[in-house]
């Protein structure tokens, strides 16, 4: 090694989420006592403005050549820091993280002790890690100016719209004969009761003819090879395939509608019994009359049971259709454990809609929790003061469906708040349902290697900081893939997608990681294992050596792992980086001075 | 001498995508386990050289795991499908040097299995105690 390490030490008090459980003064005074640490100290927020330049005072007045963070996950806040690093002169692979919080103070909450032991042992490892570490320069990537964005309801349109207009090329593809999704076969949305079609249908002529923008209806994606920046791309299409290559994607191809299974509440039994959709198909074409009475039943399908832990199994792994047709299934029957987000609004705006075409029906909405939030509220205080009737359940006691002899239909409810049950005759009982994942969008995920959560739907990269990016980088998610949203909701989601795909687009170029492989050309003896095994293509033999096309290499290290001559390292992930973090945990105090 | 319960330490090795996501899953939701286990993170199982696993045991860690993506979801396509492929390999390497095999294991932990991956630290953490203390390890203490 070129110079002899400086390591410097910022141990994270993160307000009280690690200081409230590990003694942080305790584990800096430990830091100090590390091999090759020349400072550290502890901050309330590291991450803070203040705690930023605590580390670049630091560097500066000590001197250091290594950092080590010991707070959250590197997941979190690794760019901020590596960030600082670069502003203080420091090269961003000379840093590294501790991650004591998700790892350690969250998961030991009631050990103080023994995470304040675990945390030393964290921090030593990372500062034996810190000690090895190397500058590296990070290879750049050309990123095509073009968007493959997967799904034309609101959210993909509103994305493709988005880009399109900043000057970049968009494929939108749709499985459906139509673009429009879900939104474009609703009759009215809430708050304002507008036309849903007033809403899409603008959007779907923007993108039909804008000149940026190749809408492919019936069009599916089959194969997706590549990275961020270039990716190549098969498309099915009615005439057969296709192949486009593109820099970014987009996946906004939304969710399904819940149909309760034949019996639930007698669905599909009694033809009174519909749902909020079949409800909202009636009112578009004035079918729905003026009935005395209409019963709303909230939750049906959704908010039910546990996630089970079969499908905990089950669930991230089902990689054939197969195995999600039975969860699915099993799904259908038993109802989702999520809550769908958008029922209640929907009722409500249902339920206003009834009233004003038909003031004297009584709407009654059976409901377990309301949740109208945000200005929502005065549109549910708009349809109490249309006598709509809310009535409180405890999901103990559900509503119960007959028919009388007269063919009306008899919903007996217990009522929460009087304590008593309560019978009504009505002329329809209408189930609110959820929006659930489906089958297509989750084998997708799997082709692009999205993880989905334990509710089917697609996972973002993190849930409050990165809300549309995924874990594959230059491919991100709008709309309802990723979870029940509304129409506005999606809008957003889809122009925040656009914008971080446009961010890398604009730019032009974007740097990749620099952990590729490295081979050492005297050891290596052109064996051509490496060769076969890499799935992205990166070693090839060239005159009796492997040569690692680094742009291709994703940095797994597989090649590392099975070279027969170790003539392969990781760059960040080397051997004797990866052993030092073992060896550093493992011997015991009294050695440790006596190490090479 | 009072005998005190034997506390294993278990290094877990968990790959970036999933396992060490899964990691951060039980902590972000607060899901407690025991405090024996290390985490060394590294991008992929695929990069799991045997001798990480044997030097982690040589250096005196009582267990060891192994915790990648599910077949299937491995970031990097197969990186999962080739440490599998070596695992058979590693257990016997491990049992020819006179420790029972099951002291290493290798487990699928994704991103959103932030339960399971806090349920299976303290089913191995359990299952080490019930081993007892590796040999090396006794070996290492009283140099």
Redo the contacts between chains.
Sequence with gaps: MSEEPRIGVFICHCGVNIGGVVNVPKVAEYAKTLPHVIHAEHNLYTCSEAGLAAIKRAIEENNLNRLVVASC???THEPLFRAACIEAGVNQYLFEMA?I????S??????PE??T??AK??VR?AVAKAALLEPQTEPEVEVKDASLVIGAGVAGLTAALSMANQGFKVYLIEKEKEPGGITQKLYKLYPTLANSSDVVEPLIEAAKSHKNIELMAITTMKDVSGYVGNFNIILTEPGGDREINVGTIIVASGASNYTPPKGLYQYGVYDHVITQRELDKMLSEGKIGEPERIVMIQCVGARKGEIRPSE??A???S?TAELLRKILKARKEEGWPYCSRICCMNAIKNAILVKETSPKTDVVILFGDLRVYKEYEDFYRRARDLEVRFIRQVEEVPPEITQTPEGKLQVVAYDALSGLEVKFLTDWAVLSTPLIPNKDEIMLA?ML?I????DGFL?EAHLKLRPVDT??DGVFIAGTVSGPKDVSESIISGKAAAARASILMGNRKVRTDA?TAVVDEDLCIGCGLCEE?C??GAPRIEEGKSKIREILC?????C???CPRRAIS?RH?G?NQ??A???S????E??KEAGD | MVEEEFEP?I?AFCCN??S??G??????S????P?NV???????T???????VL??LR???DGVLIAGC??????????NY?MEK?FDYIKNAVKSVGLEADRVRLE?V????G??F?ALIREMTHQIKRLGPSPFRIM??S?
């Design positions: 996950t590197p997941r991650n919080r998700e790892h350690c969250w998961v030991h909450m009631h050990e023994k995470a032991e675990k042992d964290i490892m905990l199994e669930f991230p792994k990689d799997r290697k993880p989905t959560g334990t996972m874990n594959v952990i095994i799935p992205h994703r940095g797994c290290g597989s590392a792992a099975e990781m992930f051997d990866i052993l973090q073992v060896r945990l493992l011997v015991p009294s050695l | 330490l290094v995508w999933c060490y996501a990691a951060d899953l039980a902590g972000t607060r899901f407690e386990y405090t290390r985490i060394v993170r590294i991008m992929c695929g990069r799991m050289d045997p001798t990480f030097e982690a250096m005196g860690s599910h077949p299937g979801d491995c970031h990097y396509q197969k990186g080739m070596r699928w994704s991103a959103s299995e339960a399971k806090a290492s203490n140099k």
